[in-house]
């Protein structure tokens, strides 16, 4: 898929959360890469065969005091490539697109993985 139709798909993912939910999302920037770096794999301390198809990188909205401000933007990285890889069709990209889009932007929030599971939204 060209990167351009895969940035779209990020966008429209974020766009399609409630406007509740959005307007709470504060100093976050959502980006597309190619694949993740090799500090983000070994920081992420992946199992065999596990890929890693988003991540969040910064300070969950439980976890800031009074004193937050001035730091740069919390950052959630979609993964191109992983994504692609794991899917036969466009249909799939698209819905594993959202899927990863609302499981990063629920660590924004300050929900883990685990909390996610019990969810049933990992």
Not at 1 to 7: D, L, P, T
Not at 19 to 47: F, G, K, S, Y
Not at 83 to 94: G, K, P, R, V, Y
Not at 99 to 114: L, M, N, P, T
């Amino acid at each position: 898929m060209e990167r351009e139709r895969f940035e779209n798909l990020v966008a429209k993912a974020v766009d399609s959360l409630p406007e509740a939910l959005r307007a709470r999302m504060e100093n976050i920037d959502v980006v597309v890469a190619t694949r993740p770096t090799r500090r983000q794999l070994a920081e992420e301390a992946l199992e065999p065969g596990e890929k890693l198809l988003g991540l969040y990188e910064g300070v969950p909205l439980t976890e800031r005091t009074e004193h937050y401000g001035l730091v740069m933007p919390d950052k959630i990285t979609i993964f191109q490539e992983p994504l692609e890889s794991m899917c036969q069709s466009d249909a799939q990209i698209i819905a594993e697109v959202q899927r990863v889009v609302r499981h990063e932007i629920a660590h924004h929030f300050g929900i883990s993985d685990e909390r996610l599971e019990e969810l049933g939204r990992y």
